[in-house]
């Protein structure tokens, strides 16, 4: 059973750069034809889908953040990373990664998630 664990710093400066990393365990990232996603919940809101990195390393990012979202992986590690740029306070949320069977929120609601790691952008 594939497992997913974010990882990164909960506190973040302003026009800082956030980087979480998803470490994978229990399958590859590399397996067709499975999705990796990020996705954020702020406080008091719904669901946002980031983006999303293909089984074979294609990216795609919502419109609303794709100049300062950016996904990567490390095939070695079985990881991969969202790096978001220039945050600000409304950035603060509840990052997730999870594995979907496809692009956006929905494709990753009917696969396997993170817990979740609670980020705060504040000076």
């Known amino acids: 059973q594939v497992q997913l664990q974010e990882s990164g710093p909960g506190l973040v400066k302003p026009s800082q750069t956030l980087s979480l990393t998803c470490t994978v365990s229990?399958?590859?990232?590399?397996?067709?034809?499975?999705?990796w996603s990020w996705i954020r919940q702020p406080p008091g809101k719904g669901l946002e889908w980031m983006g999303t990195?293909?089984?074979?390393?294609?990216?795609y990012y919502s419109p609303s953040l794709k100049s300062r979202t950016s996904i990567s992986r490390d095939t070695s590690k079985n990881q991969f990373t969202l790096n978001l740029r220039s945050v600000t306070p409304e950035d603060t949320a509840v990052y997730y990664c999870?594995?979907?069977?496809?692009?956006?929120?929905?494709?990753?609601?009917?696969?396997?998630w993170g817990q979740g790691t609670q980020v705060t952008v504040s000076s």
């Open positions: 999870a594995r979907g069977d496809g692009l956006g929120l929905e494709s990753a609601r009917r696969g396997s």
């Open positions: 990195m293909s089984y074979s390393g294609s990216t």
């Open positions: 229990g399958g590859s990232i590399t397996t067709n034809y499975y999705y």
